[in-house]
């Protein structure tokens, strides 16, 4: 009597360990992993299981996250056909959101695969298995929150101590080996110093970052404990800012909002600290006026450097000042970018003054739709859109700002800031046609 061979099954095993740390080792964390689910699928032989080469290893990835090379590797294969049961160590192995479970049970019952976990026992083809599952997901999901818990408590408590708490130190200070705690680097923390006494001389974080950028000294550079670089860039008004901002610099530690004595050396003394913060304080004035004054948002570009022309504004009392600012000169400086900002009031009554004279005399505007069109252009194209013209000039004076800002949409392109001139792009869509562009110089 012979004995049936039963038909090959394709196992997958899929590895994970959540840090980097130990993967150096001959023998680490992911190969224990792989041995033990290699002992199960060795037990089950009989049945057909047999192993893929191919190993799924995660080492350093989370499994609160279904975005793992090895995994979406695994999710492939299946996709594929090439895999009919897929085994892991444990079930927090190949996910800790319950969320994310659900999903891969599905995923794994569209392709008819099989899913086990060496330490806890149960078939996900039966409901008695697949509500296991969900409830030793719902589990794994919970430990997961608690260590969350337990990391944001810990962190809270080192900051509360005035300990650094990781990541990449600010410019200035460097990590001490040993203690991992925060330590004066040498260069950096002569240029922190100088940068606060020049903010106490001209009061202008623009003249910095010039300096800055100009002595080519790059913001910091970091490399971290698993050998990642982090490479200096250029100075910002923003970078800068932070700098003279942050209390770590006259040795306390913030933390939401409350500073607390920190157990690293200071750089600034007290007085030079509370001198620039006055300062700081006077520059940052917040403005509230209203949005829907900017009538050219969206529309203004830097004809020297293309950057969009972003609009602002200030208080002094109760008088509000609004421009608009080119966001290369305002984040770089006048070096990156010699545009500067120009008044509201200025370029919006040179385009307004543009755009009235087209609605008094539409011939530009005609011209162009005419011109935009491959066949001539219906003369009841043209005296629609003149009737409109004509409605919307007689009407223009009392629409509101916002309503004023939705018909210059309709008619103006962008406008490209020159220092002697603006160029207007008026558009025009007459019926059944494409737009048409032309170029005014005002």
């Known amino acids: 009597m012979t004995t049936a061979v039963p038909p090959v099954i394709p196992v997958a095993i899929y590895t994970r360990k959540s840090t980097e740390e130990g993967l150096e080792q001959a023998f680490n964390s992911l190969d224990a992993q792989y041995e033990a689910a290699l002992a199960y699928i060795q037990l089950r032989h009989p049945l057909g299981w047999q192993v893929l080469p191919t190993r799924y290893d995660d080492g350093g990835y989370t499994g609160g996250t279904l975005e793992r090379p090895a995994l979406q590797r695994l999710l492939h294969d299946i996709a594929q056909g090439g895999v009919q049961v897929v085994v892991t160590h444990r079930l927090d192995r190949i996910s800790r959101s319950l969320l994310d479970f659900a999903q891969l049970l599905r995923f794994f019952e569209q392709h008819h695969v099989a899913f086990a976990a060496v330490t806890q026992e149960f078939d996900s083809s039966t409901p008695v298995g697949r509500l296991t599952l969900n409830v030793l997901s719902s589990f794994a999901q919970y430990e997961r929150e608690l260590i969350r818990e337990r990391t944001r408590e810990k962190m809270a408590a080192t900051r509360r101590k005035g300990m650094y708490t990781g990541g990449i130190p600010p410019f200035g200070y460097t990590v001490a080996p040993g203690t991992h705690q925060l330590a004066p680097d040498p260069a950096e923390a002569d240029i922190v110093r100088r940068i606060f006494a020049e903010y106490q001389r001209c009061h202008s974080v623009t003249t910095i970052v ?26 910002s008004k923003a970078s800068v800012r932070k700098l003279l901002g942050n209390p770590l610099y006259r040795g306390e530690v913030r933390y939401r909002g409350t500073c607390y004595p920190g157990q690293h050396p200071a750089l600034i003394d007290a007085d030079s600290w509370q001198a620039v913060q006055a300062v700081l304080g006077n520059a940052a004035r917040p403005c509230t006026a209203p949005r829907q004054q900017a009538l050219l948002q969206g529309r ?44 509201a009031g200025t370029i919006e009554s040179a385009v307004m003054a543009q755009v009235e004279a087209l609605l008094q005399s539409p011939e530009p505007l005609l011209t162009a739709a005419s011109a935009g069109t491959a066949e001539p252009t219906p003369p009841h194209a043209h005296i629609q859109l003149c009737a409109t013209l004509h409605a919307l000039s007689q009407s223009w004076a009392q629409l509101t700002p916002a309503a004023q800002q939705a018909h210059l949409r309709q008619l103006i392109r962008q406008v490209i800031v020159y220092p002697d001139h603006l160029d207007i792009d008026v558009v025009t869509a007459p019926p059944d046609a494409a737009p048409a562009i032309e170029v005014l110089h005002v």
């Open 300 to 343: 203004l570009r830097c004809g020297h450097c293309g950057c969009a022309m972003t609009p602002s504004c200030c208080r002094d009392g109760d008088r509000v000042y609004r421009y608009y600012l080119c966001a290369t000169s305002h984040r770089r400086g006048t070096r990156t970018c010699p545009t500067r900002s120009i008044p």
């Open 210 to 235: 010039r300096w800055l950028n100009d002595q080519q000294i790059p913001t910091k550079r970091h490399q971290a404990a698993t050998g990642r670089r982090y490479a200096g860039g250029r100075w």
